[in-house]
């Protein structure tokens, strides 16, 4: 199948269970936001609280547990976070953990007061606060060792500067706290005291790494969770300079609590990255320079007073690391020049500096152009982020096909080209058929099952030519002739030379032919089978083209869609149709048209453009049927649902055309808001000598009428055709016997003396 589509494999249920999905999760996401929305509104009043009451006093209530409460409501929002992943993201339930573990300390801490200010230096409630960071540490790394696969070395070398600056910051605050000793309280006890704010440097220094590195981000709500980390570290670090006066309800707490909704927050926003989430870091010489600066105060500050050794190194460290690899970024800007951005893959500049060095050894080689087909209706319909991911996959399995040796570079949009060195002819053959049958399998992207195919030319070395552009050349001629006859695959020959050519010359006429007046309408009559009564036309286009005379639409539509023309062509179409309409109507017909749809005209635009056509033309919506292809419908079922339910309930009728040629789902035909199915005339035409194609063509018809729609029989060519048709119960046909298609002025006069007949 040429085509991208949701995966058919005969299972309905297979259909229903992204559609569900996708509502479970809609209602998960909106009691998040319900919850986010609690959270912050408990801590507000909490703070608010702790602000405006005694510090000295303990109020359980006030104090305590509406701590707690709020903590728990981070709980929920974790939990509803780890229900939505399913369990599957390991960031989202170390970070779960952690939130769950501060809560647990809190509960106990509170509930063990007992009317005390305090519980002392130590207690039991240290093992979950203490656990709080491994978790923590856990989450954060999770993420930074998915974002480092694959990344440049002066990339990493970012991150550690920015770590280290972050770690010589949290070193001179805690300079207080480190030169305290072992004052009012045991070793172990002020050990443990001193551990919180240690543990907070690590942390701190972790995300301070990870923001620092271009490319590196830790989830769509990074500025929180950095918020709540500096609140939480500065309430440890208060804590720690205070241990002698700190008292339960005091605002240090306020501190700790914000800390935790923050990862709480950071937990729930991590759960709701798609595929197609890009990276909000900061900006590209920002953190770079904020280390830096960092790094520089702390030692200027060190010469002028006593600080720690240890913040001193920190900072040393930092500055070294940041002004050493001037030649090592150079590199590393080359490679990120030759590299593609999303797909991480060489780009066309690599393959235009590496395959010539290649070619100049004088080998054997098979030079790959790889288009996937029917890539726009993806983006048109799911989205660009969808799209991405796809090719993102797609490089990933063609990958896998692939020898070390042979280089796999993606040139921009959907196309890719290999250059296989040391291949014969049946070895690039062979490998063309792997590179398509790892399509085969439907493609995951979140809860869509995209089925993918892909046209492949090649061109073949020394024999197409020596030379990386004319191999290019000829290889993109090779794949726009398998993409057109279907192949997936062609070996590029001097005959396409011409072919190619016209193909080109075609496109650009095409463009000129929209701009002039060389497109007209032809309308085919659609009769009643049961009477011949005519019930509508369908409209279709055909080329007046000035040296090559008229041209039927295989002639030109494919080129056009190929080009991304079929929105204006198909806009032009609709124009005329509505306009011939509505010169029918002035002269007393009443007759509904039907126009072909191509799938990269379903937008979302589209019920607005053609509504406010009717209107113009004062012309019905019930006199516009819109025909729109099985495949087109089965590729991209919920966006192209939900445009066309719009449409129908605003009047337009929609019709499945060539019902029986693509992949069918007995589900979607009965959730699609459709009025009329059209069996294709390969179902039609195969009736005359095939009695299993007659009962099949029984069969299909009795499922429309089982879902309430109409049948109308294309290629009805033969009085014989039409009377089994009727037999079986079809209700409409059109076809050469019935009648032929008319220009759009001769369709009332035949009309009138048809009526003329049958008074």
């Known amino acids: 199948m040429n085509a991208m589509a949701t995966r058919e494999d005969g299972h309905s249920m297979r259909r229903n269970t992204p559609r569900a999905a996708d509502t479970d999760r809609d209602e998960l996401r909106g009691t998040a936001r319900v919850l986010t929305a609690v959270m912050v509104g408990l801590l507000t009043v909490y703070t608010a609280g702790l602000l405006v009451g005694d510090p000295e006093t303990f109020e359980p209530l006030s104090d305590g547990w509406l701590c707690i409460l709020t903590e728990l409501a981070a709980v929920a929002l974790c939990i509803g976070a780890v229900v939505r992943t399913r369990g599957t993201e390991p960031q989202v339930l170390l970070g779960t953990g952690a939130v769950v573990a501060y809560t647990a300390g809190d509960a106990y801490y509170v509930a063990s007061l007992g009317g005390a200010d305090s519980l002392g230096f130590t207690s039991l409630a240290d093992v979950p606060y203490l656990a709080f960071y491994p978790l923590m540490l856990g989450a954060l790394a999770v993420v930074l060792v998915r974002k480092l696969r694959g990344l440049l070395w002066p990339v990493l070398l970012d991150s550690l500067v920015g770590a280290l600056a972050a770690a010589s910051l949290m070193a001179l605050l805690l300079a207080p706290i480190l030169q305290t000793g072992t004052a009012g309280g045991t070793v172990f006890e002020v050990a443990v005291t001193v551990a919180y704010p240690l543990l907070d440097l690590l942390v701190v220094t972790v995300v301070g790494g990870i923001l620092a590195a271009k490319g590196l981000d830790i989830g769509p709500r990074w500025p929180v969770l950095i918020a709540g980390m500096i609140l939480f570290s500065a309430a440890d670090v208060a804590y720690a300079l205070g241990l002698e006066d700190y008292s339960a309800g005091s605002i240090i707490d306020a ?336 007759v509904v048209v039907a126009v072909n749809m191509s799938g990269s005209c379903i937008l979302p635009c589209l019920p607005h453009e053609i509504l406010g056509l009717l209107e113009q033309h004062d012309v019905p919506p019930s006199c516009l049927m819109l025909e729109i292809t099985e495949d087109v419908l089965m590729s991209t079922p919920t966006g192209t649902a939900g445009i066309l339910a719009q449409l129908r309930a605003a009047g337009v009728q929609i019709s499945i055309d060539d019902f029986g040629t693509g992949y069918s789902s007995l589900a979607y035909l009965r959730d699609l808001p459709v009025d009329e199915l059209k069996l294709d005339r390969s179902f039609v035409t195969a009736m005359g000598g095939d009695a299993r194609a007659g009962a099949l063509v029984g069969s299909i018809i009795d499922l429309a009428h089982s879902l309430d729609l109409r049948v109308v029989a294309e290629g009805v060519n033969g009085e014989a055709t039409r009377e089994e048709l009727l037999t079986r119960g079809c209700d409409y046909g059109q076809g050469f016997h019935l009648a032929m298609p008319l220009p759009g002025p001769d369709v009332g006069p035949w009309l009138a003396a048809r009526l003329a007949v049958s008074r």
Do not use: C
């Open 255 to 590: 501190g700790w609590v914000a800390g935790v909704v923050a990862v709480a927050a950071w937990v729930d926003g991590a759960a709701g990255t798609g595929p197609g989430h890009r990276s909000r870091g900061v900006p590209e010489l920002a953190a770079p320079l904020v280390s830096t600066a960092s790094a520089l105060a702390v030692l200027v500050i060190g010469s002028q007073l006593d600080i720690p050794l240890l913040a001193v190194v920190f900072a040393a460290a930092s500055l070294g690391l940041a002004s050493v690899p001037l030649a090592f970024r150079n590199r590393m800007l080359v490679a990120l020049a030759r590299t593609d951005e999303l797909t991480s893959l060489p780009n066309r500049r690599a393959l235009l500096t590496d395959v010539p060095d290649r070619l100049a050894g004088g080998g054997a080689g098979a030079l790959f152009i790889i288009d996937l087909d029917r890539f726009k209706h993806v983006n048109d319909a799911l989205g660009h982020d969808v799209g991405d991911a796809l090719l993102v996959q797609v490089g990933r399995r063609f990958r896998r096909q692939l020898g070390p040796g042979d280089l796999l570079a993606r040139l921009g949009g959907d196309e890719f080209a290999v250059f296989l060195a040391d291949a014969t002819e049946d070895e690039a053959v062979a490998t063309a058929q792997r590179l398509g049958a790892e399509l085969a399998s439907p493609v995951e992207i979140d809860t869509a099952a995209l089925q993918v195919s892909a046209s492949i030319g090649i061109a073949l070395t020394p024999r197409h030519g020596t030379d990386i552009s004319l191999l290019m050349r000829k290889a993109d001629i090779a794949m726009f002739r398998a993409k057109t006859q279907r192949t997936g695959f062609h070996v590029y020959d001097t005959t396409d030379d011409d072919d190619g050519e016209l193909r080109l010359r075609t496109v650009q006429e095409i463009r000129t032919a929209l701009a002039g007046d060389q497109f007209e309408l032809y309308y085919q009559p659609k009769f009643r089978l049961a009477d011949h009564a005519m019930t509508g036309v369908e409209a279709l286009v055909r080329w007046n083209h000035p040296t090559r005379g008229q041209l039927p639409p295989s002639a030109f539509l494919p080129l056009a869609e190929e080009a991304g023309l079929m929105p204006q062509l198909s806009s032009l179409v609709l124009r005329r149709a509505v306009r011939r309409v509505a010169r029918w109507r002035a002269e007393g017909l009443d």
